[in-house]
């Protein structure tokens, strides 16, 4: 089984500044997919970004882009210029498509915007 | 355009009572899912369904039952509410060629006393 491990539970940043959100992952599958979602209070599940695993490039969503180090098994979101907006739980989640067709997502991460 | 929608948002059950969780979504996707979401933790998959008439368990699928009605509607079913079912739900749906790729609905917060 899949495991993906959110080191962060909480992360405070500075309008305008940047911030990095770890994310670890364990598999002994080699082809799958990566993503981060966003959920404000409202509770709404937002793809942030998508990153497949053979694609050695990394992902990039405007301010949004990722740090993909498949040796490593680790996915690391990064944003630029932070805006009050961004403020968020983040989760990393992981996709093989091998057993259950689903998601496994991290414990998440609360990031603060300090204005 | 709607994409994934799910009623209702809030219910307030006593336990042993039973409730139907609904999703429809309109993106003529062929899976769908639902999770739910404890305090302090990722979504984790109850059941998912690959295609209409077939659904398949996922890591937590204890107490639930479903119903993929067609394919636009995937239902959850509590038979018997516990307190241990207290949560978030969230219905979600993919396409076939990119089942990666998933749309999330609004969520159902459920309380059961």
């Known amino acids: 089984a899949q495991t993906v491990t959110q080191s962060q539970p909480e992360m405070s940043v500075q309008e305008a500044e940047t911030v990095t959100l770890s994310c670890t992952y364990d598999?002994?599958?080699?082809?799958?997919?990566l993503f981060w979602y966003k959920q404000p209070p409202s509770r709404q599940m937002i793809l942030v970004i998508r990153?497949?695993?053979?694609?050695?490039q990394n992902a990039t969503e405007n301010r949004f882009s990722v740090n993909f180090q498949k040796a490593a098994k680790s996915f690391s979101l990064k944003i630029s210029d932070s805006q009050l907006g961004d403020a968020a739980m983040y989760f990393c989640?992981?996709?093989?498509?091998?057993?259950?067709?689903?998601?496994?997502f991290g414990k998440g991460t609360h990031l603060i915007i300090q204005p | 355009n709607a994409g994934v929608t799910q009623t209702p948002k809030f219910q307030v059950l006593k336990t042993g009572q039973s409730m139907t969780l609904q999703c429809a979504q309109d993106?003529?996707?062929?899976?769908m899912y639902w999770y739910r979401q404890d305090p302090g933790m990722g979504l984790r998959l109850i059941y998912y369904s690959a295609s209409e008439g077939t659904t398949d368990k996922g890591e937590v699928p204890n107490g639930y039952n479903v119903s993929r009605l067609n394919k636009r509607e995937f239902s959850l079913r509590l038979e018997s509410a516990a307190p241990s079912q207290t949560s978030v739900y969230f219905c979600a749906s993919s396409d076939g060629r990119q089942k990666e790729t998933q749309y999330f609905g609004p969520g159902t917060r459920l309380l059961v006393l």
């Open positions: 990153q497949e695993a053979y694609k050695q």
């Open positions: 598999t002994s599958e080699s082809d799958y997919y």
């Open positions: 989640a992981f996709y093989s498509g091998g057993g259950a067709d689903g998601l496994t």
């Open positions: 993106m003529n996707h062929n899976s």
